[in-house]
């Protein structure tokens, strides 16, 4: 899953950023460490369900044991054989969530060793970005001075950006109730 999401982010960045722009690839690397946050999180809500599981599954297992060897005490071979069919089902469940857990396990640190080493090169980005900020204020103002004015200083453009910013948080928030809604089963889109 992660391994998806990095390569898309990477094609997106070559695609869209021009050589020799930092700021530009600042923004659109920092656009990808949200997302790479996002998918590991995602990820470890996955992780969280199948350890759920896993305890399910053994309870599970415990009672079709419980239930053979009561089987077992009654002269009645067929239910002997049901409950023992049963219990093997669900030790084959359980091994498979067992192995689950732990590549879901290694998964997640492999993305948050991504993510963390995404926020290295991001910091990097910034910090270097940050000379040509300088020289790039002191332009500024130079202009200004002379009577230009200067984009995105904009009472509008503020406005904008925080309606922008409002709609981004508002479509999160509906993604992961939508997102937990499925996870308990209370959606009635999902079949």
């Known amino acids: 899953m992660f391994e998806g ?29 949200v997302e790479a946050k996002v998918a ?13 599981e896993l305890v399910i599954e ?3 297992l ?9 089987a077992a005490g009654i002269p009645d071979q067929e239910t002997v054989d049901l409950a023992e069919r049963y219990a093997a089902r669900h030790r084959e469940r359980l091994q498979v969530l067992e192995r689950k857990v732990v590549v879901q396990r290694d998964e997640l640190m492999l993305a948050e060793r991504e993510v963390a080493e995404m926020t290295a090169q991001l910091r990097s980005a910034k910090s270097g970005a940050g000379a040509a900020d300088a020289s790039s204020a002191a332009a500024w103002r130079d202009l200004e001075s002379a ?18 910013d409002r709609a981004a948080h508002e479509a999160a928030a509906d993604a992961q109730l939508a997102h937990l809604k499925r996870k308990l089963g209370k959606d009635p889109d999902k079949k």
């Open 58 to 60: 053994r309870k599970q």
């Open 147 to 164: 009577g230009a004015s200067r984009p995105g200083t904009d009472l509008n453009d503020e406005i904008l950006g925080s309606r922008i």
């Open 5 to 33: 999401l990095r390569a898309r982010i990477e094609q997106f960045l070559a695609q869209h950023t021009a050589p020799g722009d930092p700021r530009a690839s600042a923004a659109q690397l920092h656009q990808a460490v």
């Open 62 to 70: 415990e009672d079709a044991e419980r239930r053979g060897k009561l």
């Open 40 to 52: 590991v999180s995602q990820m470890k809500d996955g992780l969280v369900a199948t350890e759920r």
